[in-house]
């Protein structure tokens, strides 16, 4: 059972214009959400994230959107750069649970 | 101040062997918590650990152990191991745990089952 969703496992972007990266989740128990980052042969790194009592929450390039009622978040690049190119992961948390469920994670790769 | 790291970065077993993966944790961070990552499935969470205890476990069957040592220290144990064990396994360290929600990963180490 998949609690957070990625459906694109790959985004292509032109450098310069905006990157949208998608999330969906089933558990209306999740009250904080985050965004990491991973390039190859590297850990993931935490890039930014929002708590649900927000709708947005925004970090230079970066923001994330939070629509609870749809279960859905996404996050935006503008402008997008060649070093945004890596895997984006969304992952969400029920403080109660004490457990970090991720996505499978969205390719995206910046073109010059 | 040194990142996370995780040994062995690469390894190779055969099905039915078993293998231990080390972490070493940021310095005073005293969570250490571990996943799986596939092609298609993400990030799956393993357990956690927080000052020696077992805080948490995934969906993961019983030949998958871990343990953490008195320096915060972590080791994971695949005991018979199956293909479809080849993975990269994170170990991510945190200073008050994974309900904080921002976690500091190592490399992984990149486990191959033949």
């Known amino acids: 059972d998949q609690q957070v969703k990625q459906n694109s496992p790959s985004l292509s972007v032109q450098e310069g214009r905006i990157s949208i990266l998608n999330c969906d989740y089933t558990n209306s128990m999740f009250d904080y959400f985050l965004w990491y980052k991973k390039y190859p042969a590297e850990g993931p790194t935490f890039l930014i994230s929002i708590s649900s009592i927000k709708d947005k929450n925004e970090d230079g390039r970066f923001t994330v959107f939070l629509n609870k009622s749809a279960k859905h978040l996404s996050l935006h690049i503008v402008p997008s750069q060649p070093g945004d190119s890596a895997v984006y992961f969304c992952a969400a948390l029920s403080a109660g649970a004490q457990k970090l469920v991720f996505g499978q994670g969205t390719r995206l790769t910046i073109n010059p | 101040k040194a990142g996370v790291t995780q040994t062995p970065r690469y390894l190779i077993k055969t099905r039915g062997q078993q293998v231990t993966l080390s972490c070493s944790p940021i310095?005073?961070?005293?969570?250490v918590s571990w996943y799986q990552q596939t092609p298609g499935q993400g990030l799956q969470f393993l357990f956690e650990?927080?000052?020696?205890?077992?805080?948490n476990k995934g969906n993961f069957p019983g030949r998958f152990s871990g343990r953490q040592f008195s320096n915060s220290r972590s080791e994971m144990n695949v005991s018979t191991l199956e293909l479809g064990d080849s993975a990269l396994y994170l170990c991510?360290?945190?200073?008050?745990?994974?309900?904080?929600?921002?976690?500091?990963f190592g490399e992984g180490s990149r486990l191959t089952v033949l």
């Open positions: 650990y927080f000052s020696e205890t077992q805080r």
């Open positions: 310095s005073g961070h005293r969570s």
């Open positions: 991510a360290s945190s200073l008050g745990g994974v309900n904080t929600g921002e976690l500091f």
